[in-house]
């Protein structure tokens, strides 16, 4: 078995632009839990699901964008 690259295959995009995208998107949502999250226990609870949502994606697709 090979071991996985992080080089795209030809006609493939670099995935570091959704990586990118949800690294950002994660601490973003984490500074608004820990500023928001006493207040609004929903903020963390919808966190959470779009976590979980995320993970589900990445299991169905292999880890492919």
């Keep these: 078995m090979e071991p996985k690259s992080d080089e795209p295959k030809a006609g493939e995009k670099?995935?570091?632009?959704?990586?990118q995208h949800i690294t950002g998107a994660h601490q973003l949502?984490?500074?608004?839990s820990e500023?928001?999250?006493?207040i609004h226990p929903e903020l963390n609870e919808a966190?959470?699901?779009l976590e979980l949502a995320l993970?589900?994606?990445?299991v169905n697709t292999g880890?492919?964008?």
Excluded at 29 to 32: A, G
Excluded at 55 to 58: I, Y
């Design 35 to 38: 500023k928001f999250g006493a």
């Design 47 to 49: 966190i959470t699901k």
């Design 55 to 58: 993970s589900a994606l990445t």
């Design 29 to 32: 949502l984490t500074s608004l």
């Design 14 to 19: 670099p995935l570091s632009e959704p990586i």
């Design 63 to 65: 880890g492919m964008f």
